[in-house]
């Protein structure tokens, strides 16, 4: 902070770059697909993805075949512990629905996300409510935190 500027509210800005609260509770949940080797294992990770939220409390997890689909089935709710041991308390998950679906390996997994990327933009009210943000690495944070939430949880 440079000078004699009083610190900044940021309440009412977050809430004027960022109407609603369902941002709140989907955000956090963006770790799932970054750490779902961690959660489920390197084995399962290869034959499973976690693809989108079904509701507000379900995770609907794609898997590679019905056998697969039995298995994780059986470990639902040891794998919706460890969702939840990492999420904060207001956006846990109360399901895990599974759906066989063509899970490509990790590296074209890979490859495919980052080809796929798009560029999101911003739309003018966004940008102008940034503008009031003096501080260049903030409004950087915060336009980082918009893009990321408009462009959604990985598929």
Do not use: C
Not at 90 to 115: A, M, Q, V
Request: hydrophobic share 35%.
């Amino acid at each position: 902070m440079k000078g004699n500027q009083d610190p900044i509210d940021l309440s009412g800005l977050i809430t004027q770059i960022i109407p609603g609260k369902r941002w709140k509770v989907y955000y956090p949940r963006r770790i799932i697909w970054r750490k779902w080797s961690e959660i489920v294992g390197d084995a399962v990770a290869q034959v499973s993805r976690p693809l989108y939220f079904k509701d507000m409390d379900t995770l609907v997890v794609g898997v590679k075949d019905s056998l697969w689909m039995q298995q994780l089935s059986y470990e639902r709710s040891i794998i919706l512990k460890k969702i939840n041991n990492i999420l904060p308390d207001y956006s846990h998950l109360k399901e895990i629905y599974f759906t066989i679906k063509n899970i490509p390996s990790s590296k074209s997994y890979k490859n495919k996300s980052r080809k796929n990327s798009k560029k999101i933009s911003l739309d003018n009210s966004e940008l102008e409510a940034l503008e009031k943000i003096s501080d260049k690495e903030l409004r950087y944070s915060f336009k980082q935190l918009l893009i990321n939430i408009k462009k959604g949880p990985a598929n």
